[in-house]
């Protein structure tokens, strides 16, 4: 009994220290600033808001308290938690019972000459195995956060992405709405002049097809919107989008960072920053396979009872492996060539990393230009040239069909408009993957949908 109450009292601090340790971590995570689930029963989660109005910031809380790849990491980092506690343990005493000399012939008949010893022996780790086990364990937890905070931006921006594209939707439906409303107008418009005598009816079966082209239109626009407002809503494990429309404004643009600025930035990368930790964890591993090539010892101890005297004597034993055969020098060959593998995947990592960056800064720049350039020329002109068509045609000088061009013009100059925004929104949320942070030096003035 009191061999072995120390050693519960030892299991019981353990538990208390791993709880109060987790507890203030949480704490410590929320007081960061970054937005956390709720995980205790008094958290409150937030929740998709029915038939309401939906911010970019509000589609990122939802997607961090609920989407479910976020919620397997955070139980892989408990599983790591919880063996980092195992490894930590000692191994347990053994307590063993011996009868000897008992049931045999002669002096030795029944249990008149038996012998019984009660003893308890305890494995003695030798070369700092349990040491070894500890670090790994602990370094085992490190890796399980970074991976978690690889995942936490992939979703970030997998959530930016899909709001850019609902943002997206919804202003092509209503692009498309307004298109359908001219169409109908200019049937009517043409109608009253054939009516008159004033054109072809030609031209009244050229502004009926437009209209039907348009209502195509708009169909495809809406069944897009129901796509993108799908997918936004799958980033926080939803089925069926519940929420109204999304809140937000695509033209909220700024010159790109250099590329140079950027790449300076990717030691932040969760993907790259984790190998440091990968590489303190495969030497830990190194150290361990060498401790476990280590011989341990039981040592025992105990009391012996002799029936025939009637005489109780102490016995003690110790025992030590003979190391001929294996000494763990297979593992040990292979955690020092996986060690030595660090340096080329953490380059590996960093190219591919840089080059995807390379990548997401041309589009961000191509997006940027193209919205700059149809906003303030492309645009304008269109639009004037518009009017002039319209007001050309009212008063005879063009035809139905000129004007119909012009216009169809300027209403994919839109579209393309709409399109050069949210590309550029969604080579930012790219980027911000990469660099693991916000596009813009200061975050104050950074651009949000």
Known sequence: MNVLWPCRMRRASVLLLLIAAMTVAGTQQGEAGEVTAGTGPWAVEPSEPTGGTLALGDALALALANNPRLSVF???????????????????????????????TGDF??????????????????????????DVAALDGELATWDYE???????????????????????????????EVAQQD????????????????ELTRARVALATAKMDR?????????????????????????????????????????????????????????????????????????LGKIDLVAGGGLRRIEETGDNAFVAGLSIPLPFGDRNQGNVEAAELRLGQVEKERQAEVLTAS????????????????????????????????????SAYLKGL???TDVLAVRTTYFELRGRYIESLARYHGAVADIERLVAGPIAADEQKQERP
């Open 398 to 400: 063009f035809s139905y």
């Open 187 to 202: 049937v009517a418009a043409v109608e009253r002049r054939v009516k008159a005598g004033a054109t072809s009816p030609v």
């Open 109 to 134: 008949s029944g249990f008149g000459g038996a012998e019984y010893t009660l003893s308890l022996a305890q494995l003695f780790e030798l070369g700092g195995k349990r040491s070894g086990r500890q």
């Open 150 to 180: 690889a995942v936490r931006l992939e979703v970030l921006g997998e959530v930016t992405r899909a709001f850019v594209d609902v943002i997206a939707a919804q202003q092509e439906a209503e692009l498309a709405d307004g298109l359908v």
């Open 74 to 104: 955070d139980l892989e980092r408990r599983v790591r938690d919880a063996l980092a506690l195992q490894a930590s343990l000692r191994p347990s005493p053994e307590l063993s019972l011996e009868v000897e000399n008992f049931a045999g």
């Open 219 to 291: 169909e495809s626009s809406t069944l897009a919107l129901t796509a993108a407002r799908a997918r936004l809503a799958a980033t926080w494990g939803s089925v069926e989008p519940e929420f109204g429309d999304a809140l937000g404004s695509l033209e909220r643009i700024s010159p790109p960072p250099g590329l140079e600025s950027l790449r300076n930035r990717l030691d932040a990368n969760p993907d790259i920053a984790r190998w440091q930790t990968e590489r303190d964890q495969r030497k830990a591993t190194v150290a361990l396979e060498r401790a």
């Open 355 to 390: 080059a995807a960056l390379a990548t997401s800064h041309a589009e961000l720049t191509a997006a940027y230009r193209s919205a700059e350039t149809l906003r303030d020329e492309i645009i304008p002109e269109a639009q004037e040239a518009m009017a002039k068509a319209e």
